[in-house]
């Protein structure tokens, strides 16, 4: 703070402003990978999407380092009501649905070799998993046309369920061994993949039927959120395949499930053996915010919407992205998620990067922790005869 | 004190999650004693499962 009395009076500028519309550019990363193929005949540039998100941004979080910027309470409505931000986010969705059909497209008739056939599916993977985050950050709002756009941005990825289990199931239960998309200390992120996926899948089909029964309707209905998301997956699918024919299915379907990984592995790294307390009757405690694990590397940030201010997002799930802040003493990953997700893939090295963390976070009663079960008996076992 | 229920009480669902407040059962473990109407609750009080504000609340119309 200035010691100098005069008062000022120049309202905060958020100098992140202009930088949130590299989410819709980085939408389109595969096209402009194939830009600078044409440009060089370098095959390589196929990969261009994962060579950003597995190495160019890592680099960029270690040289940009963090961002302890948050706007002051003064500015924090003014804020929230600039429709620029929300159009920061409607602009990606055209993005991304361009990178899409482009993609599939190319795919099937571009002639292409199979490594670059392969590097072109990891890369419309990558943007269908920026799809799933800006469907996160979209149906987090209670208007019903971004909610709307939400299930539309879902399509591609055929993420449906994401747009019921997230606010209804993964909101409710955050950190807690009930939730699927919550990891346990001690679960590899390849134990944790299988056990989300089907276990979110089922939670939004149970929360769907109960939602309904209330309104005396079965499941079964088109009034079923997530029967309407998979079947505008079901439209967009059949729509490319009568254009390009069957070999667009393949494309499609794998693109989408590496799409779908990426985001899992948010999940995993986001609340990975964090867990909430359980008050004397057996309810949770409220969700607090040192149950998220965050990460303020202002490169990855950028990308995504503010996603790792993960704390914050879940103290106030309806605030729009720009206006999340960052706290002192919030539990913290080592580096953005771009470099954290590689890690989560090499599990002896997750386990030797975080486990330790874990254990700090609660000082060294696992107990607290968020514990896979079979490591659960075995751990207490152990801390018992150690306390002996 | 609870008059004579010529007024009836009220539920109130969360936007985001579909946590419902519902003015009958209050909410005792946070301290919201039975009875307590949508209006009386602090406005800083934010939705226990998922942290919503009561801005993102909706009046249930029929039970």
Redesign the interface.
Known sequence: MSSVAVQDDRPWVDRKRYLWLLGILAMTLPLQGYLLYRWTGWSVFWWFSPIFIYLILPIADALLGEDDNNPPDSAMAALAADRYYRWAVYLALPAQYLSFVWCTWMAVRGGLVWHQWLGLLLSAGFTSGLGINIAHEMGHQTSRLERWLAKIALAPVAYGHFYVEHNRGHHVRVATFEDPASARYGESFWEFLPRCVIGSIRSAWEIEKQRLARQGKGPWSLKNDLIQAWLLTLALYAAMTAWLGWAALPFMILQAAYGGSLLEVVNYLEHYGLLRAKRADGSYERCQPEHSWNSNHIATNIFLYHLQRHSDHHAYPTRSYQTLRNFVGLPRLPSGYAAMIPIAYCTPLWFAIMNPRVRDHYRGDLSRANLKPSLRARLLAGERRAAA | MEASTAVTLKKWRC?????VYDEARGLP?EGIAPGTRWEDIPESWTC??????KS?FVMVEID
């Open positions: 936007l985001v999650c579909d946590f473990e226990p499962d998922c942290g919503a504000a993102d």
